[in-house]
């Protein structure tokens, strides 16, 4: 019999999640073997941190976990992965060698609040799972002062999430009772608010965050933090609580690896493959350019279609077909108004000579469906 081909997914969040399940869904474990490599054994749908942050949700209850990964036959190993040897085809992590016939790399992008000189002292980061608590509190407990959220670098994962995180800070504030005594900044080094949803989208944001007071103050890129103190290259301003959203860099294996070019990031095309034979990259770990000019926004829809687009020629492989599955570049990003509505970015990163996207009405069926993406998806990849 033949050996069966070894398929290792390292990364257990968005793209490596809908890769392996693809896969399980389509290939039995007598046609194919699917192993996940991840040093946490729990996966969230990013926007859950936002619910932690305004206490509708605690971390335990957010969660779902990748021990259940084994009841679908997809193996789960809980492991830091070290290096990859892409000529022996072989991971390394802390207590093993895994060799592999296909390889999926969907670890991700690292918050580094390290390259802010003062911010790990004098601030917040908002992406941060273990931070999240504690920025509640401080939100529950402040009674006047100056919030300010900093964008930090760009890419960040989510372009709209920090300006979803201002709504729903105004929106707890304002049922405390003590929004008029709390000012709201927004800072980013953007000259617009959405530079990868273009400018129709980025005023109307705007309009969106200006209609609830938070003011939104563009081309500040930040030099350091310090006490109660943002320093830009053009400026300063203060703050009472700083909420970062800190630079996002490319994991240390894979800047140190062939893979990676000057950003750290693994270029990818559409067809997500690298040089390396049978070697492919999907999500926030990977740079997939667009009309020449931007990237892909780093976003859990577009790793989860990312992985999907690998599964498809991963099976194409093995089947012996020559065919090659290319990513749409389709997907959808909610924005929740701290009203009870939500409206969605819809994009569109392929249709035509440009990306396109559109933002739709804020409604509380669009919140009912945020609700039910993160449902689908803990239920049906764990
Ligand atoms: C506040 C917030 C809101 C968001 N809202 C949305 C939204 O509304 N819609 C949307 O589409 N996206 C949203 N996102 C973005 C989304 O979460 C990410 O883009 C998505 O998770 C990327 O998927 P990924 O598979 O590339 O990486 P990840 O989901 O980050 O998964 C990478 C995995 O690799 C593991 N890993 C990394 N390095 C190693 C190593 N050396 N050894 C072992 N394991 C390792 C990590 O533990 C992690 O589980 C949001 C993000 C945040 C922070």
């Not at 000529?87 to 992590?93: E, H, R, S, Y």
């Not at 991700?108 to 917040?124: C, D, R, S, Y």
């Not at 200006?210 to 003011?215: A, D, L, P």
């Not at 270029?267 to 070697?279: A, W």
């Amino acid at each position: 019999m033949a050996n069966i081909p070894h398929v290792v997914i390292l990364g257990g969040g968005f793209g490596g999640l809908s890769t392996a399940n693809e896969l399980r869904n389509s290939l039995s474990a007598s046609q194919i073997t699917v192993t996940v490599i991840d040093k946490k054994d729990w996966f969230m749908v990013g926007f859950a941190k936002l619910w932690i942050i305004n206490g509708t949700r605690t971390f335990e209850n957010s969660i779902g976990s990748l021990n259940e990964l084994p009841k679908k036959e997809i193996n789960f190993i809980k492991d830091e992965i070290l290096t990859i040897d892409l000529q022996n085809k072989n991971v390394k992590t802390s207590s093993q060698n895994i060799s592999y016939d296909f390889l999926i790399i969907s670890i991700g992008a690292v918050l580094a609040p390290q390259k802010i000189p003062g911010l790990i002292e004098n601030g917040f980061n908002l992406y941060d799972h273990d931070q999240l608590s504690e920025i509640h509190n401080k939100l529950e407990s402040i009674e006047s002062g100056k919030i300010a959220i900093s964008i930090m670098g760009m890419p960040y994962k989510c372009p709209p999430a920090p300006f979803e995180a201002g709504l729903l800070i105004d929106s707890m504030l304002r049922k405390r009772g003590i929004r008029d005594s709390v000012q709201i900044d927004f800072y980013s080094p953007a000259p617009i608010t959405l530079p990868a949803a273009g400018p129709e989208v980025s005023k109307k944001i705007l309009d969106l965050v200006n209609s609830e007071k938070i003011t939104f103050h563009n081309s500040c890129k930040i030099k350091s933090v310090e006490s109660k103190k943002l320093i830009f290259e053009n400026g300063e301003a203060d703050f009472d609580l700083l909420l970062a959203i800190p630079p996002h860099i490319a994991p240390k294996i894979i800047y140190d690896s062939e893979l990676a070019k000057e950003s750290g990031f693994i270029p990818i095309d559409r067809d997500c493959k690298t040089p390396f034979e049978n070697v492919f990259a999907v999500g926030d770990v990977t740079s997939l350019t667009v009309a020449d000019t931007m990237a892909v926004p780093k976003a859990g829809v577009f790793a989860e279609g990312e992985g999907i687009t690998v599964a498809k020629n991963i099976i194409s492989k093995i089947q012996s077909k020559d065919e090659s599955a290319l990513f749409d570049g389709k997907g959808g990003c909610f924005i929740e108004s701290g009203r009870d509505t939500a409206s969605v970015i819809e994009v569109d990163m392929f249709s035509h000579s440009k990306p396109s996207t559109k933002l739709t009405e804020s409604t509380s069926e669009n919140l009912s469906k945020k609700l039910e993406f993160e449902k689908e998806r803990l239920s049906k990849w764990l």
